[in-house]
């Protein structure tokens, strides 16, 4: 680790911190110049590619996914931590295929059942733009058989 002030490779370190994401804060100091510096240590995920509908690959982006699901909680008494929560379970279901490719629909799924979950009126949003109606008696009709029996 090079000293940001003179670039000298002896350092020491002070303080180290476990931080709630998984990544380790260092605190330095540089045996020559005395300056102190901050590092932060991550772990890098590979998540897979995701197969659009029309069969482009990109890469899984985990801000569109948290822009999505904030969307469709647009106004709705959904939390902050409560969209945080459902971006990481979905993030987690997309580690855990341990594939390489991973299609749009599965991760759709994954969304739909979580806000499912949280919100009826967010799930109805998502719902409308993810899956594609030819008119609304097909969007009722397909609202109907997602929702799961009474118990």
């Known amino acids: 680790m090079k000293c940001p002030n003179c ?52 890469p899984f982006d985990k801000e569109k996914l948290r822009r999505g699901l904030r969307l469709a909680c647009m106004k709705r008494d959904v939390s902050l931590p409560t969209i945080e929560g459902m971006v990481d379970r979905i993030c987690q279901k997309a580690l855990e295929k341990q594939e390489n490719e991973i299609s749009a629909l599965q991760i759709g799924h994954w969304v739909m059942e979580e806000l499912r979950k949280v919100d009826d009126v967010a799930y109805v949003r998502f719902a409308s733009v993810y899956k594609t109606f030819k008119d609304i008696q097909e969007f009722v009709k397909t609202l109907e058989s997602d929702v799961p029996p009474a118990l």
């Open 7 to 58: 670039e000298s490779e002896s350092n020491k370190v002070l303080d180290t911190r476990i931080q709630k994401d998984g990544g380790i804060r260092r605190r330095r100091e540089c045996l020559e110049c005395k300056s102190r510096f901050t590092t932060l240590e991550i772990i890098l995920k590979s998540f897979p590619h995701v197969i659009k509908k029309d069969g482009r690959r990109e």
